[in-house]
Nanobody
Framework: QAQFEESGGGLVQAGESTRLSCAAS????????MAWFRQGPGKGREFVAA????????LFADSVKGRFTISRDNAKNTVYLQMNSLKPEDTAVYYC?????????????????WGQGTQVTVFS
């Protein structure tokens, strides 16, 4: 059973924007380090972005820097991924992940809890 649930995926035109949401299932995210990963067609899972407990530290993959923003609203128990200037190569299943560790990481194995993923398809 997935610990998180992603939403906001779908079909979007290149150059446009969309926002993904990650909601907790049966747990409170206030002390979790959170991250987004993605897996494109025929590719392995790759790091996208991460955010610390208090939002004081964020980390982004080079491929999305300047285009994507990760944020969180602990009161709503939700993490977001704002995706701007989307490109066809952003097409992937996007996964929300979390850990109770106090540090961020680009390594998927650092994260203990995962959502089921949501598909984002970008067309030109």
């Amino acid at each position: 059973q997935a610990q998180f649930e992603e939403s906001g995926g779908g079909l979007v035109q290149a150059g446009e924007s969309t926002r993904l949401s990650c909601a907790a299932s049966g747990r409170t995210l206030s002390t979790y380090t959170m991250a987004w990963f993605r897996q494109g067609p025929g590719k392995g899972r790759e790091f996208v972005a991460a955010i610390s407990w208090s939002s004081s530290r964020t980390l982004f993959a080079d491929s999305v820097k300047g285009r994507f923003t990760i944020s969180r609203d602990n009161a709503k128990n939700t993490v977001y991924l704002q995706m701007n200037s989307l490109k066809p190569e952003d097409t992937a299943v996007y996964y929300c992940a979390g850990t109770k560790s106090g540090s961020t990481s680009t390594n998927e194995h650092w994260y203990d809890y995962w959502g089921q993923g949501t598909q984002v398809t970008v067309f030109s």
